[in-house]
């Protein structure tokens, strides 16, 4: 199934590079270019990311062609210790940010070349990486993949996971098992929460002690890895997730970007400044395709960017604030900020998964075809997610403090702050 993924893979890279950019005439049903792009960013990117909310990583662990071809490469590789550099955690994080907004400025979504670029780019360091680091393991997805941090993210709500039962390993401890290849690098004993778990089923049954099993959705985020949370799972969830994700989805048809942009406009002509308005970069800096009026220059780029950063700095402000005031009504501080944070990957998964599926239906309406009442299911799951995540801070305050009036306060404080980000969200995407 892998090789075949990589095989369907390389032809959906390869072929629309061939082919002249559609016309106005040419639709998915008959046009391979478009066809490709449908699937890539239609099909694809949200839909992996809802299979993980209800199923876990197991696109990582059994679909996913990077990941695979480089265990492959690892398994023919030099097999060289992984340099402590590498085991940066914040490296999922700044890759998923540079890459998002790569991928805007280049209109990854409209465009084959950009996205031969930063898919088949990305693929071929994630094999190099596997050549030369590690034995048989997916370094690269456990260390630098750009999605890895928000694929683990989103799976620590799936009702889905590989338990791992202590009682049952202690009892097979001189038992003649034969041990098992973790590709991502999972200390398999001790693991506790399934976010780095890609759900292969290597282990499954390993000792008599893992086995996949149902359990409360979200539990993770409560009882599990969520109390382990760190800096950088906060900085993922609350101005990328919640901020910069959004404004990067919605940047053109955004009216602050206009006004970003108006305003550079006018300071470039007070200055006599020209260039930044005229001059125009190559296609893989830049989106430069004249020949269909597509074209950016480097105000537009400035502009994006500066809407990016305005919508990560306003979710760190609407979430943050509330967060460290909560912790100091239960009577915590440090750490707990970002146990509390967690109860926001709902949310956020929510909101990323709906605002991806705007390009879904973009590309859709575009060809005449529209899906009655996916605009209210999409508001409708971002308001559920949205209440998912009041009650899911309720509960952690419950793991830290008894005093039901301060839980009840601290979860008010953030409740706001999601009342707010989903009345923004409706009005952005829904523009109602």
Request: glycine share 8%; aromatic share 10%; net charge positive.
């Amino acid at each position: 199934m892998q090789w075949v993924m990589v095989a369907a893979y390389v032809a959906l890279l390869v072929a629309p590079l061939t082919l002249p950019l559609p016309g106005s005439s040419d639709y998915i049903w008959n046009n391979l270019a478009r066809f490709v792009q449908f699937v890539f960013w239609g099909v694809w990117w949200p839909f992996v990311i809802l299979g993980t909310a209800l199923v876990g990583r197991f696109w990582c662990g059994l679909l996913c062609p990077e990941g695979a071809l480089s265990e492959i490469a690892s398994e023919r590789g030099a097999g060289r210790a992984i340099p402590s550099w590498m085991k940066w955690s914040g490296w999922p994080v700044v890759a998923f940010i540079s890459t998002t907004i790569y991928g805007q400025l280049t209109s990854i979504y409209q465009y084959p070349k950009p996205a031969a670029l930063l898919l088949g780019g990305s693929t071929l360091v994630a094999m190099a990486v596997g050549a030369r680091y590690g034995k048989a393991k997916r370094v690269w997805c456990r260390f630098l993949c750009p999605v890895s941090g928000v694929f683990g993210t989103v799976s620590k709500i799936a009702p889905l996971h590989f338990r791992v039962e202590p009682d049952a390993w202690k009892r097979s401890s001189n038992a003649d098992a034969a041990g098992v290849n973790c590709a991502p690098l999972i200390p398999i004993k001790t693991m506790q929460g399934s976010s780095a778990c890609h759900m292969c089923g290597r282990c499954s049954g390993h000792r008599g002690a893992i086995r996949l099993a149902w359990r409360k959705p979200a539990a993770d985020i409560v009882f599990g890895s969520g109390r382990m949370a760190a800096r950088w799972d906060t900085i993922l969830i609350v101005p990328v997730l919640l901020g910069l994700v959004p404004a990067a989805l919605h940047w053109t048809a955004s009216d602050a970007f206009q006004i970003i942009r108006i305003w550079l406009v006018e300071r470039c002509v007070d200055v006599g400044l020209t260039w930044p308005l005229s001059l125009r970069l190559p296609w893989w800096m830049l989106t430069d395709y004249p020949s269909v009026n597509d074209v950016m220059n480097v105000v537009d780029a400035a502009s994006l960017l500066g809407l990016v950063a305005f919508g990560a700095f306003i979710s760190s402000i609407l979430f943050l604030l509330p967060l460290v005031a909560a912790a100091a009504i239960l009577r915590r501080t440090g750490k707990l900020i970002h146990h509390l944070a967690q109860a926001l990957i709902p949310l956020a998964s929510s909101s990323l998964f709906c605002g991806l599926l705007a390009l879904t239906t973009s590309q859709l309406r575009s060809d005449g075809i529209n899906l009655p009442g996916v605009d209210a299911a999409r508001g409708a799951l971002v308001i559920l997610a949205g209440l998912w995540s009041v009650e899911l801070f309720f509960r952690i305050s419950s793991v830290y403090c008894r005093s039901l009036q301060q839980r009840i306060v601290a979860t008010a404080l953030v409740a706001i702050a999601i009342v707010v980000f989903c009345t923004a969200w409706l009005l952005m995407f829904l523009g109602t």
